[in-house]
């Protein structure tokens, strides 16, 4: 596994944990359930807002309007079940101003693109804090004042300028059903929504296709929804009507209407449907009767695929996978103390026979458990391409309000890290992209004259580099100013105007409090509150953060995180007669480093590590401890995450063990470098050493040799 959160990180998860259980039980479904639909609806805006530009000369993409409007539909349903009415009422404003986009009556456009990112941004506002009255009092305002401009956003009358009375309705439907080759009586069943997207259809060129499919009535479902999920590659579904089967009484018929590019019998033979018909049923005449080539490559590219994994899905809360971690967490300490016991036993020519067996059993259970462990791992673990799709909202608002045009690449969103490292890896990172765009990125006519493109280009790609997640965040904007930052760093006092330092010591002057490289504070940047901060949060996820920038040639951060917080692999270790974890994630390599091969420069200590410099820390003497004789042997555990590497020297190596890492209270918790404390199946706990920590401060240069 990898590092673990520092002590500061792990009481802030849990002041969650206890904020989470203060709510009811019924608000922490609504919450679980409201989040689920947030996220849909953010990946629907994401993608709306990537196609926006584009959409306002043409029709929105109907799927993301649709599914938009359902998810608020969705949301002010469930909101009005469990009686929240801020939440219900802005999404049922929404869920009117989404009807209109998908009925034709309202133009996607920036100002309508930019309402529902509010609107969204907001629920999760609202979300965040369910369970406490007076804070969602507090966002009354701000919700009622979003709920009103959406309700007086301005239509944009199209196709159908209005709701129809039933009189028109049915006049409208008659014309209809003479367009079609379909009985009037189906036409009669089509809602508003799927009489629109019937003329938009064929006022676009596509042909109306009608597809009837048999079904057993006990599981209909299954084929029904591998139906669906063909026919939604090949086009557009406009609409499913039951009917009952024509053969037995067990049987069901669907009738699906669907718009597409391809004729009748191409259809039929990407879905192969042997208890099934597919008829063209409507198409503007002289229509071009050539199939796109997209569209062909739909055909064979995607065939129906079955949707049953969706019913096998279980949301589980967070909180409950923590009990279960802990649960596991305990299992694996008597595991360690079975070892242990085992251990003793072997030694006694009495017990020897007994011992083997005991550890035939031990070896059984070890592998069971650990089988459990890495189970409970897995279900743990969220790709990261909900942090993303946040981040490109940001971009996105960002862009309009800086006035720059920036290209955003996103790469490895399905790389997967722990659910809590997630949760509190949303905020450094913003600030890293908010730095990317104010500092780094250049005007449009900067950019032209240093010989650039005037597009700028923020690239986020995240991978997995063996116990660790590295997310690199690179712009190609004009880099950092050493100049500029060296004099806002003597002007801080944390540097001497005599004092020299490497080009890397110098880089990392931009995360000494209060530095900043903006010359004005806007509402983006400038306050000199930042970069620091991301190092400080990072590094109580346990990760580190590397900087590489050449001045007109952009920027890159790097983020390594450990992949989980939970259980993890630690060498234990002994210095001034006590013992010690050290995630072993962030261990190198070990070595036996005589006296005489450490040296001294510029009062530091040493070591030569295969012709490269490697900094040494002594373990006792960072917490206070008694210092080991001259001239005894000691070892140096290399510890390394991304560009930083550190010696830390220790009396003895004891072994790897799993540590289940525990929060500290009292004076010892803020110890800079202790991670927590672990039962190791000894008498007493052990201390957990906080690699990142330890290697953040071994690189802190601002503070002076």
């Not at 590019?261 to 049923?281: I, M, T």
């Not at 016991?341 to 592998?367: N, Q, S």
């Not at 510890?639 to 003895?652: H, K």
């Amino acid at each position: 596994m990898a590092p673990h959160r520092g002590a500061a990180g792990s009481r802030a998860v849990a002041g969650r944990r206890q904020k989470s259980r203060a709510a009811t039980k019924a608000e922490r479904e609504f919450v679980c359930e409201a989040e689920e639909i947030l996220e849909r609806m953010r990946e629907d805006l994401a993608n709306l807002a990537d196609r926006g530009a584009e959409a306002q000369a043409q029709e929105p993409p109907p799927e993301l309007v649709n599914g938009l409007f359902r998810s608020a539909h969705s949301l002010k349903g469930l909101a009005g079940l469990f009686g929240f009415d801020p939440i219900h009422r802005l999404a049922h404003g929404l869920e009117d101003l989404l009807g209109g986009l998908r009925l034709g009556r309202a133009r996607l456009d920036l100002s309508t693109v930019d309402r529902i990112d509010r609107a969204v941004k907001l629920f999760a506002e609202l979300l965040g804090r369910v369970g406490d009255r007076s804070a969602l009092a507090a966002l009354g305002d701000a919700t009622a004042k979003l709920a009103a401009e959406i309700a007086a956003a301005p239509e944009a009358p199209r196709a159908e300028p209005a709701p129809r009375a039933a009189p028109a309705a049915a006049a409208a439907q008659l014309e209809l059903s003479a367009e079609l080759d379909l009985d009037r009586c189906f036409v009669a069943a089509l809602t508003e929504y799927e009489e629109h997207r019937v003329r938009e259809s064929l006022r676009r060129g596509r042909r109306i296709l009608l597809v009837e499919s048999t079904f057993e009535l006990l599981s209909f479902e299954e084929g029904l929804a591998e139906l669906v999920q063909g026919l939604r590659a090949l086009g557009e579904l406009l609409s499913t009507l039951p009917a009952p089967g024509d053969g037995v009484d067990a049987e069901i018929r669907f009738s699906l209407l669907v718009a597409s590019d391809l004729a009748a019998a191409q259809v039929a033979a990407a879905l192969e449907l042997p208890e099934g018909s597919v008829r063209e049923v409507g198409r503007v005449p002289g229509a071009s009767a050539a199939v796109a080539p997209p569209a062909q490559a739909a055909a064979e590219a995607h065939p129906p695929e079955s949707l049953k994994s969706l019913s096998e899905t279980v949301r589980v809360e967070i909180r409950k996978l923590d009990e279960l971690m802990n649960l596991v967490g305990e299992l694996v300490i008597h595991r360690e103390a079975l070892a242990e016991f085992a251990a003793r036993l072997a030694a006694e020519p009495a017990t020897a026979r007994r011992a083997v067996e005991l550890l035939r059993i031990h070896k059984h259970l070890d592998r069971r458990l650990r089988d459990l462990q890495t189970a409970v791992l897995e279900v743990r673990m969220v790709p990261l391409r909900q942090v993303f799709e946040r981040v490109a909202r940001v971009v996105r608002r960002l862009r309009l309000e800086l006035g720059k045009d920036v290209r955003l690449e996103l790469q490895g969103a399905d790389t997967e890290l722990d659910k809590l490292i997630v949760e509190d890896l949303v905020d450094p990172l913003m600030h890293i992209v908010r730095n990317a765009l104010d500092h780094g990125i250049e005007a449009a006519p900067e950019r032209v004259a240093a010989g650039k493109p005037a597009e700028g280009r923020i690239r986020i790609e995240a991978f997995q580099r063996g116990n660790h997640v590295v997310i690199a965040v690179s712009d190609d904007g004009r880099g950092i100013d050493r100049v500029t930052l060296r004099a806002r760093a003597e002007a801080a006092g944390l540097l001497r105007a005599d004092q020299e330092l490497s080009d890397r010591e110098l880089i990392e002057l931009v995360f000494a409090p209060g530095i900043s490289t903006r010359s004005e504070v806007t509402s983006t940047s400038g306050r000199g509150v930042g970069m620091d901060v991301v190092r400080t949060n990072i590094t109580r996820l346990g990760g580190v953060v590397d900087v590489e920038s050449g001045f007109q040639r952009g920027t890159t951060i790097s983020l390594t995180l450990p992949i989980t917080l939970a259980i993890i692999p630690s060498l234990v270790v002994e210095a001034a007669g006590q013992r010690f974890a050290v995630p072993l994630g962030a261990v190198q390599e070990t070595l036996l480093v005589e006296p005489g091969a450490v040296q001294r420069s510029e009062g530091r200590e040493l070591l030569d590590l295969r012709g490269a410099p490697l900094p040494l820390r002594r373990l006792a003497a960072e917490l206070g401890l008694r210092a080991a004789p001259p001239g005894a042997k000691q070892f140096a555990v290399v510890l390394g995450m991304g560009e930083a590497r550190l010696g830390l020297l220790v009396d003895r190596l004891e072994g790897q063990q799993d540590a289940v890492i525990k929060p500290i209270h009292g004076p010892v918790a803020s110890v800079r470098g202790i991670a927590g404390a672990a039962e190791l199946g000894g008498p007493q706990p052990v201390l957990v050493l906080d690699a990142s920590a330890l290697l953040a401060d071994a690189h802190g240069r601002w503070e002076g040799a």
